[in-house]
């Protein structure tokens, strides 16, 4: 006998469930995940779950010298090591006041936009994947191997660079090395009308990212949006142009901006700073062999350093939005309180929870991929 609030499968109303998208999933920007409550393929809510990476820097900093944390500042955000280093150095520069050579300041500019190139080129490459089209996503990791090599060569590594340290940057450029810097630049430059014609003009991308994960201007500013995410909104700001830092207020270029706020919009606007940070290089390798002297002030025994008493804030552009670190100093050998202000902890909580709400599966992963979240910096 069938019981009496019995119905036929036909007849039943949609009924909701429960999803996990991720974290092993390569629709999944890193090690991260979303549980979902769906009806048929749309999202009814979203919840975001992170920590499966990487924890506690901020306490771990606190425990060790102000020198070493440059080892471990950069696992903070993967893709785009280099802010971290840099934001880093600044507020201990700051608290202890110190003074970084010209030279070191050109280079670190030099290394951050590199940095910026290899996470932008990453990201297009991830959101391609995510309808399917890998071929620039292929295209994408050679030319950033390329980019991973002049790092390598700098600095000794490919990934954590562990490069610029309070008072400058570890060790000079190589011989030659911005001549290959401008070799690599240059063919990055040449494959991006192959991008265009393969990724960004495709019917199908545009299909699929054209009004969808749209946010307005007003939204993406009461939300915290930063970065190449608010800028898709129409919203001009660049803590380079706008609070300028190292050397930035002596480059020419431009702040990239879009009108819509969706997938596509913020893809453009990643795709557009790549051009603009070759533009900054090629003004770099210009004038640097022109700056000379030292490429870090002195330093007391980094194991005996006590910083001054004192808070200090840095931030920097990184290319995921706006990276602040906030940093305290009881004049002892170590930090007294060390708080990351990154933009990821926005994008990929806040942010992708709203913008899933009422998308449907398949837009999922392009929506995480199109705010270019960093997991390992949510999970700090």
Same mark, same amino acid.
């Given at each position: 006998?069938?019981?009496?609030?019995?119905?036929?499968?036909?007849?039943?109303?949609?009924?909701?469930?429960?999803?996990?998208?991720?974290?092993?999933h390569?629709?999944?920007?890193?090690?991260?995940?979303l549980?979902?409550?769906?009806t048929?393929?749309h999202?009814?809510?979203?919840?975001?779950? +992170?920590?499966?990476l990487h *924890?506690?820097?901020?306490? /771990?900093?606190?425990t *060790? /010298? &102000?020198?070493?944390? !440059?080892?471990? !500042?950069?696992?903070?955000?993967?893709?785009?090591?280099v802010?971290m280093e840099?934001?880093?150095a600044r507020?201990?520069e700051?608290?202890? +006041?110190?003074?970084?050579?010209?030279?070191?300041? &050109?280079?670190?500019?030099l290394?951050?936009?590199?940095?910026?190139i290899?996470a932008h080129?990453?990201t297009?490459g991830?959101?391609?994947?995510?309808?399917?089209?890998y071929?620039?996503?292929? &295209?994408?990791?050679?030319?950033?191997?390329?980019m991973?090599?002049l790092?390598?060569?700098i600095?000794?590594?490919?990934?954590?660079?562990?490069y610029?340290?309070?008072? +400058?940057?570890?060790?000079?450029?190589?011989? +030659?090395? /911005?001549?290959?810097?401008?070799?690599?630049?240059?063919?990055i430059?040449?494959?991006?009308?192959?991008?265009?014609d393969?990724?960004? %003009?495709?019917p !199908?991308?545009?299909? #699929?990212?054209?009004n969808v994960g749209?946010m307005?201007?007003?939204?993406?500013?009461?939300w915290?949006?930063?970065?190449?995410?608010?800028?898709a909104?129409g919203?001009?700001?660049d803590?380079?142009?706008d609070d300028?830092?190292?050397?930035?207020?002596?480059?020419d270029?431009d702040? !990239?901006?879009?009108?819509?706020?969706d997938?596509?919009?913020?893809?453009?606007?990643r #795709?557009a700073?790549?051009?603009?940070?070759? #533009?900054?290089?090629?003004?770099?390798i210009?004038?640097?062999p022109d700056?000379?002297g030292?490429?870090r002030?002195?330093l007391?025994n980094?194991?005996a &350093?006590?910083?001054?008493?004192?808070?200090?804030y840095a *931030?920097?552009?990184?290319?995921?939005?706006?990276?602040?670190?906030?940093v305290?100093?009881?004049?002892?050998?170590?930090p007294y309180?060390?708080h990351?202000?990154?933009?990821?902890?926005?994008?990929?909580?806040?942010?992708?929870e709203?913008?899933?709400?009422?998308a *449907?599966?398949?837009?999922v992963?392009?929506?995480?991929f199109?705010l %270019?979240?960093?997991?390992?910096e949510?999970?700090?």
């Amino acid at each position: 006998m069938y019981p009496e609030n019995y119905q036929p499968v036909e007849q039943a109303p949609s009924h909701e469930y429960e999803l996990y998208f991720g974290p092993n999933h390569p629709g999944i920007e890193g090690n991260y995940a979303l549980q979902l409550r769906i009806t048929g393929d749309h999202i009814i809510s979203a919840r975001a779950d +992170g920590g499966y990476l990487h *924890r506690g820097f901020e306490k /771990l900093m606190e425990t *060790r /010298l &102000w020198i070493q944390n !440059v080892a471990l !500042v950069p696992r903070i955000c993967v893709p785009d090591p280099v802010p971290m280093e840099e934001t880093y150095a600044r507020a201990v520069e700051m608290l202890g +006041g110190l003074e970084v050579p010209e030279r070191a300041q &050109w280079i670190r500019v030099l290394m951050l936009e590199m940095s910026r190139i290899c996470a932008h080129i990453f990201t297009v490459g991830g959101n391609s994947a995510t309808i399917g089209q890998y071929s620039t996503m292929f &295209w994408g990791v050679a030319d950033r191997d390329l980019m991973l090599d002049l790092f390598e060569e700098i600095a000794g590594g490919r990934i954590y660079h562990m490069y610029i340290t309070p008072g +400058g940057v570890r060790r000079d450029l190589p011989d +030659g090395v /911005l001549q290959r810097l401008s070799t690599v630049l240059d063919r990055i430059e040449a494959g991006l009308p192959e991008y265009d014609d393969l990724f960004f %003009d495709n019917p !199908v991308f545009q299909r #699929r990212a054209q009004n969808v994960g749209a946010m307005t201007q007003q939204q993406a500013l009461e939300w915290g949006v930063t970065g190449p995410n608010l800028r898709a909104c129409g919203f001009q700001s660049d803590l380079r142009r706008d609070d300028p830092y190292l050397v930035y207020q002596e480059l020419d270029f431009d702040v !990239v901006t879009e009108s819509a706020g969706d997938i596509y919009a913020r893809t453009q606007v990643r #795709r557009a700073e790549i051009t603009q940070s070759i #533009r900054i290089l090629r003004q770099v390798i210009q004038r640097l062999p022109d700056i000379k002297g030292p490429i870090r002030c002195p330093l007391p025994n980094p194991l005996a &350093w006590n910083i001054p008493e004192g808070s200090a804030y840095a *931030r920097t552009e990184s290319s995921k939005g706006e990276l602040g670190f906030f940093v305290v100093s009881n004049g002892g050998t170590k930090p007294y309180r060390v708080h990351v202000r990154g933009p990821s902890s926005m994008h990929a909580v806040q942010v992708l929870e709203k913008m899933c709400t009422g998308a *449907r599966i398949e837009d999922v992963a392009q929506i995480m991929f199109s705010l %270019d979240a960093c997991p390992p910096e949510v999970d700090r």
